[in-house]
């Protein structure tokens, strides 16, 4: 059974840190592209950034130079380390695991980021 569980969310005053992770079981973490995904209330859920399996990341505008991504397949968890958090930044975060020649995609279950004073 596949499994990717996020942790790290929570309640944050602007200008903190916070860093999500998300831990994968079930699959060959390594090979899969993994994308960090944000849905905030009456908005579309948006790419905020991925991880290639050999280590490439892109990011959106709004969290260039805040974000980053990073992946640990010893561990097999991806982490999004969040800087400088705004409160347009509050979202559910979801992590998603993605491999298009194999068919597979996979998403965590969400958790919450808040980053209000």
């Known amino acids: 059974q596949v499994q990717l569980v996020e942790s790290g969310g929570g309640l944050v005053q602007p200008g903190g840190s916070l860093r999500l992770s998300c831990a994968a079981s079930?699959?060959?973490?390594?090979?899969?592209?993994v994308g960090w995904y944000r849905q905030a209330p009456g908005k579309q859920r948006e790419l905020v950034a991925r991880?290639?399996?050999?280590?490439?990341?892109n990011y959106v505008d709004s969290v260039n130079g805040r974000f980053t991504i990073s992946r640990d397949n010893a561990k097999d968890t991806v982490y999004l380390q969040m800087n400088s958090l705004q409160p347009e930044d509050t979202a559910v975060y979801y992590c998603?695991?993605?491999?298009?020649?194999?068919?597979?995609?996979?998403w965590g279950q969400g958790t919450q980021v808040t980053v209000s004073s």
């Open positions: 998603n695991a993605n491999h298009a020649r194999l068919g597979r995609d996979y």
């Open positions: 079930g699959i060959i973490f390594s090979i899969y592209g």
């Open positions: 991880i290639t399996s050999g280590g490439s990341t």
